[in-house]
């Protein structure tokens, strides 16, 4: 899970790494609080999680109010790099006497977290690499001892406060399992060393015992998720047996998308993707993205399939998948027939169904008679149809329903 610039400093603090005093803001208002605490010249960062903040003119700083304002309310609300901007950061400019630069990630080939450091610090690290590559020291770490002072003195120097600086940063990121920490720059100032920039990436598998960090949940492109893509995530975390809804994005507009209105449940991480280029490639316009697999229990089906389809404006929906090897049909598409009860009002767009696989023939007999008896618009397609093609069908009784509706 990758952090906004404001939640590393807040990790790195509990390591006891310094930044220069900031206040976060979400809205006007709370800027012109924040522009009291702070004197002039302030640095407004603006918080998202691509990078090349700089250079796309994310990162200013001001002398005056007035530009200061300006600039929060241009970015706030809108989109930067494709994403949306929900908080920009104020930080108290600081007089920089040297920089730094340091990271610790994983090495995914010698399987050993390594410490990348260089005294150009300020620039982009690609810049170094390429042009001074000298510069730049990596050291790799044995997880079992930890990074230890004195080694850390034989590849920077004996300078105790920048020693004591990565050691600390060495504790945030093994302490709350990271993936990633990264300064740049390590500013050297009248007081010490402090992080002018904090990168920060969690490793989203040990969440689990990091109860104690604040830290906002991610959507899609950095959103924050709605109530929808929460709920179908906690599906799996309440049952371990196979998959579903571990992965939801929900397409409601900039950030994470044009707004669609087919429902899509697929089966198959490649399978949905395809899936999603074939709607797309069709004419139609997906509201979500979800999928599940590995021979999950009807409740689990039942459950996404509520949350899928309890969305305003759908149109359409599409359950699709390839050929399954060892996912029970049956089993799965009666989840998804419980969870279609449930949704109200009931759903009159047509449904296209296109699954292979164990029990799909008895499957397909039960939704054929529960089709007739509840009065469904379902449309059933086996593994003689091309995935492609059930997409197309399903994107034209789409826009016949659509067509229907616009003349009553």
């Known amino acids: ?158 300078d105790e406060t920048l020693v004591d600086f990565l050691m600390r940063l060495w504790d945030a990121f093994w ?85 669609g209105d087919i429902a899509i449940l697929a089966s198959g991480g490649g399978a949905s993707l395809m899936i999603m280029d074939s709607v797309v490639a069709a004419g139609g316009r997906c509201a979500n993205y979800t999928e599940y697999s590995g021979n999950p229990p009807r409740e689990k089906v039942e459950k996404l399939t509520k949350i899928t389809l309890d969305k305003k404006g759908l149109n359409g929906c599409l359950v699709a998948g390839a050929v399954a090897n060892f996912t029970d049909i049956f089993e799965t598409l009666s989840g998804f027939v419980e969870g279609l009860k449930q949704v109200r009002p009931k759903p009159n767009y047509p449904i296209v169904i296109r699954r292979g696989g164990p029990r799909q023939k008895e499957a397909y007999k039960m939704l054929t008679k529960f089709a007739k008896k509840e009065g469904f618009d379902i449309h059933l397609f086996g593994p003689e149809t091309p995935i492609s093609v059930a997409c197309k069908k399903m994107v034209e009784l789409s826009d016949g329903y659509k067509n229907m509706r616009s003349h009553i």
Not at 4 to 22: D, M, N, R, T, V
Not at 237 to 259: K, V
């Open 1 to 158: 899970m990758k952090l906004y610039e404001f939640e590393g400093h807040k990790i790195l603090a509990k390591a006891g790494i310094a930044s220069p005093f900031f206040v976060t803001c979400a809205n006007s208002e709370e800027v012109k609080e924040a522009k009291k605490r702070l004197k002039f010249p302030i640095v407004a960062k603006v918080q998202v999680l691509s990078g090349k903040r700089g250079k796309g003119g994310g990162v200013k700083i001001f002398k005056s109010e007035k530009k200061l304002v300006e600039f929060c309310n241009e970015m706030l609300g809108n989109d930067f790099e494709d994403e949306k901007v929900i908080y920009i950061n104020l930080a108290q400019w600081v007089r920089i006497e040297e920089e730094y630069y340091a990271s610790i990630t994983y090495d995914t080939c010698s399987k050993q977290p390594f410490l990348l450091f260089s005294k150009k610090g300020g620039i982009d690290i690609e810049e170094v690499e390429k042009k001074d590559p000298e510069e730049l020291i990596k050291y790799e770490i044995n997880p079992l001892e930890g990074l230890k002072e004195r080694n850390l003195k034989k590849i920077i120097g004996k």
């Open 175 to 259: 302490r709350y399992d990271c993936r990633l920490v990264e300064v740049n720059p390590i500013a050297k100032v009248q007081s010490g060393y402090v992080a002018i920039d904090a990168k920060v990436i969690l490793d989203g598998n040990g969440l689990v015992r990091q109860k104690s960090l604040d830290v906002i949940p991610k959507g899609a492109a950095g959103a924050i998720p709605t109530k929808r893509e929460i709920d179908a995530r906690k599906i799996d975390e309440e049952d371990y047996r196979g998959s579903a809804g571990s992965t939801f994005i929900e397409f409601d507009g900039s950030p994470r998308g044009e707004a």
